[in-house]
């Protein structure tokens, strides 16, 4: 009974994370005025198409970064993996769950292609480890470029959250090299359980896995590189979408703007796709450099439009997979 209220607070209190992160979007939204932001935005309705169309290429860059690391241990087709991306995106930034949920759903598609379920969650766990650690850096070069441009009031908040960062980064590390993941390996057969993802569930020799894919040194620096080159291209799609908009900035500006907007949201992981805070984080970090509130909260809703155009396709097509793999299940079991 207790496990079944605490699921059951999880979920509400996840909900209503969400649902005062929406409800923040259009206070912002209407304190700048609906009228202007729908002008800016429709005045940018092509450079919207543009700018989806240009995230492929961080997505396509993180998603082989993961496979490079995957394939420490096994192997797997690309496209698998730029699809398993996108809905890690897409869940983690449009279901109201945690910002972890998206990677628990890529790892199942892994599954759905050949690959063992301790493999694909190992795979899951160094790519978010090695994700985190590059982020830090990039935050770091971000901070530096900040400081070079200036510095501010807002330097002092940077700098403690990439020392905090630092920190917890480290202690995961640990973690890892005592054995954390074989504790994960029965907290994920429980989740495997409450979700009926038995896949997910055998997951013996996690930790061994994990440990491989961290001796791989080939693959470390290859992921590590590819991830740097997503943080990059996010960057110039920020620059694009902030051009589109009519402000004039530079690719150094954009790129603070970006590596310190990302380490917001990041540190936003418990609130679902970080929403309000994500957007405010913008319009703060856009005011610094002289972006009107109205095109900084801009770019942050076109993001927001991006993850619509991409997430719920890629979550529509998952739950068709998923509805067919239980019919198939279901007719199996009838005939036996």
Known sequence: MSASLGKRALKIASGLAMLAGLAAIVALTAYQGFAEIGQVLVAASWGIALVTVFHLLPLAASALAWRVLAGAVTQGRMWVFIWARILREAVNGLLPVAQVGGDIAGARILTFHGIRAPVAAASVLVDLTLEFLTQIIFTVIGLGLLLVN?????????????????????????????????????????????????????????????????????????ATLWHMA????????????????????????????????????????????????????????????????????????IKRVRELVLGVPAMLVWQLVEGRRLLTVTDDTASK
């Open 230 to 301: 997503s943080w990059f291209l996010g960057a110039v799609e920020v620059w694009i979408t902030l051009l589109v908009l009519g402000a004039d900035v530079s690719f150094t500006e954009a790129l603070i703007i970006e590596s310190l907007g990302q380490a917001v949201r990041t540190a936003a992981f418990p609130v679902p796709g970080a929403f309000g805070i994500q957007e405010g984080g913008y319009m703060l970090l856009g005011m610094h450099f002289g972006i009107s509130p109205e095109i900084a909260l801009s770019v942050s809703l």
């Open 150 to 222: 200036g510095g501010g009031e807002i330097t002092n908040w940077v700098v403690v959250g990439i020392a905090i960062a630092t920190l917890a980064a480290i202690g995961f590390l640990l973690a890892q090299r005592w054995g954390i993941f074989l504790l994960l390996e029965k907290l994920l057969e429980r989740i495997a359980t409450y979700l009926s993802w038995p896949a997910l569930g055998s997951l013996t020799n996690l930790n061994d896995i994990v440990m491989t894919i961290y001796r791989d040194r080939r693959a470390m620096i290859g």
